[in-house]
């Protein structure tokens, strides 16, 4: 019998999941699919994960005692956002093992600290100017081809939140004082063809898997599609997969990390930005790849061998914004729609509250 890695850890043990949400909730779901039990810690029991847990602590991140409670009751834990305080996870990894760590959260919640890490390390990013002043955005805006950019803030950003359209002619001053950023990154606006992801795996063993990339559109800042195969040339594919690798072993990272790319019309790839953890760009693989990505973040950090990840059926995961979710039987209807409902508590416009895998069926030879 195959002797099994020290740092495995087998189906029965319970795996430690901070939050609540969708990305939570599809953890929890292939951990018990595995055969792993799992325990969330969230500030609201109301939430997707909830639905699906065995055992919840409904606390805030910083309640110590809970936290205690938390990693006691966790073999091994993890998270899937990197909007938190640092030194929770740090507190945390004093007391058990969770992936990702501290130091990559740091890197990825910063939007300054991960360009910086993706020049270090030889990837491209668009051109950018650290923004702390009216004054240093005016003196960025001068430095831009075009006057063309987007102003982002450095935290708490996402699906196009904390980001201002800079144009020729735009009012800087009323923008930066709207904004009311205190550390802000100054962006040069990117003419991409396409938008690609790569998401990777690597294990605690150092086994490392990288998914077929996606091709991703956006609506309003957030993610609209993303489409496996993505229509881009092999090489375009192959280099984000490559440069996701190298980043996944820089950072040693233990579950997956995601990089989102923006793809030039001569196949230059700038990295964006990235994230230790499922990705709603990875969604996809839940009915089109051998392997979804939550199964493969359950097998990296409890050790287990890691999963193929040949793509089953071409698919375009859409997302289900607010009441989209309620056209439920439309989509039921459709023979070749996968539904995923996350059953959040409120509808409101613009949040995910779903999405469908859009099967590509080759129809069937007579
Ligand atoms: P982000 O929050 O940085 O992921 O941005 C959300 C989306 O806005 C991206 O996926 C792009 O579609 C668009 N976007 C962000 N930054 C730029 C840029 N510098 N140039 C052009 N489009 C951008």
Redesign the pocket.
């Known amino acids: 019998m195959q002797s099994n890695s020290p740092t495995m850890i087998a189906p029965g043990a319970t795996i430690g999941i901070l939050g609540g949400g969708q990305l939570e909730k599809m953890t929890a779901l292939a951990a018990s699919h595995l055969g792993y039990r799992t325990c969330i810690l969230c500030p609201e029991g109301d939430n997707p994960a909830a639905l699906v847990s065995n055992n919840i602590i409904i606390s805030h991140y910083d309640n110590k005692d809970n936290l205690s409670n938390f990693s006691n009751s966790s073999e091994v834990m993890t998270l899937c956002f990197e909007n938190i305080d640092d030194a929770v996870v740090e507190a945390l990894a004093k007391q058990g093992r969770i992936y990702p760590g501290a130091e990559i959260i740091r890197i990825a919640q910063h939007?300054l600290r991960e360009k910086a890490y993706f020049r270090e390390h030889g990837v491209q990013t668009?051109d950018f100017y650290p923004v702390h002043s009216l004054a240093e955005l005016e003196t960025g805006v001068r430095s831009l081809p075009q006057g063309c950019?987007?102003l982002?803030s450095c935290r708490f950003?996402?699906?196009?939140k904390g980001?201002y359209k800079i144009d020729l002619g735009t009012d800087l001053a009323e923008i930066w004082a709207q904004a009311g950023f205190e550390e802000a990154v100054l962006?040069?606006?990117?003419?991409?063809k396409t938008?690609v992801s790569a998401i990777v795996a690597r294990s605690t063993n150092g086994e490392m898997r990288a998914f077929p990339v996606a091709e991703?559109t956006?609506r309003e800042?957030?993610?609209h599609t993303s489409r496996v195969p993505a229509q881009v040339p092999h090489a375009v594919a192959e280099q984000a997969q490559a440069i996701t690798l190298q980043l996944a072993e820089a950072l040693d990272v233990v579950g997956l990390l995601t990089v989102?790319f923006?793809a030039l019309e001569d196949g230059t790839l700038l990295a964006?930005?990235m994230a230790p953890r499922p990705h709603n760009s990875g969604h996809w693989t839940m009915d089109g790849c051998v392997t979804s990505q939550f199964e493969q973040l359950v097998r990296a950090i409890c050790g287990l061998p890691l999963g193929a990840v040949e793509v089953t059926v071409p698919v375009t995961m859409e997302n289900l914004l607010g009441e989209d979710v309620l056209h439920y039987a439309t989509q039921l209807a459709d023979p070749a729609v996968r539904l995923y409902i996350y059953g959040k508590q409120g509808l409101r416009p613009g949040r995910k509250t779903g999405h469908i895998n859009r099967l590509h069926l080759s129809p069937r030879a007579e």
């Open positions: 939007r668009a950019g987007l982002k950003g996402y699906d196009g980001q962006e040069a606006w990117v003419p991409f938008e991703n956006h800042g957030i993610l989102e923006f964006n930005e």
